[in-house]
């Protein structure tokens, strides 16, 4: 009678599988470490920033404290030190009404006070209303009429628009950081 070989006999080890075993083990104890060392560092920071940092240090990034208008240099009214200048509008470009039409590239900018959180909030929403505005205005009229056209009437119509739509404040005065007719 022959006996066949039991089922819970296990075949010997080989010494590659107790290597594989001895290295996962030491990559597993590093992936912990590093891991650990990362939560310290992201602590390190968080306390760093909430806590330690002064208070009265210089932020990271500042605007330009002057704007430069870009019709002339007569522009004797200049923006408070203390405020701060909405350049939300960005840069876009205006089709104007000519025949064949040009095209306008302009940026728009004012001072507001950014310690105004209410108003703050009220620019960054009317963003979109602000665009369409001054879309509607420069599109109206053409190259030659803009070029011909009294800056501080523009900007005066401009403001007097952006305020009417405006609920928790008032824009005083505004810039063309960029206004440039493409023909």
């Known amino acids: ?5 039991s089922p819970s006999v296990k075949p010997p080890a080989t010494p590659l599988v107790g290597f594989l075993s001895k290295v996962g083990g030491i990559l597993y104890r590093f992936l912990w470490a590093l891991v650990l060392l990362l939560i310290l560092v992201l602590a390190g920071v968080t306390v760093y920033a909430l806590v330690l940092r ?3 240090a210089r932020p990271l990034y500042t605007l330009p404290d002057r704007v430069i208008p870009a019709f002339s240099r007569k522009e004797t009214q200049e923006p408070r030190a203390m405020d701060g200048m909405f350049t939300g509008i960005g840069r ?10 040009m095209t306008i590239v302009i940026s728009i900018v004012f001072p507001y006070r950014p310690e105004d959180r209410a108003f703050a909030e009220e620019l ?3 963003v979109r209303d602000f665009r369409n505005i001054t879309a509607a205005y420069f599109s109206a ?3 030659a009429e803009l070029r011909q ?5 523009i900007k005066a119509e ?11 404040g008032q824009i005083e005065v505004l810039y063309f950081h960029d206004f440039m007719i493409i023909e």
């Open 141 to 143: 009229h053409t190259a």
């Open 92 to 101: 876009f470009r205006v089709v104007t009404a000519d025949t064949p039409p």
């Open 149 to 153: 056209a009294n800056e501080s009437q």
């Open 54 to 56: 002064n208070p009265g």
């Open 158 to 168: 401009m403001v007097r628009r952006y305020n009417d739509m405006l609920h928790l």
């Open 1 to 5: 009678m022959n006996k066949a070989a």
């Open 124 to 126: 960054d929403s009317k």
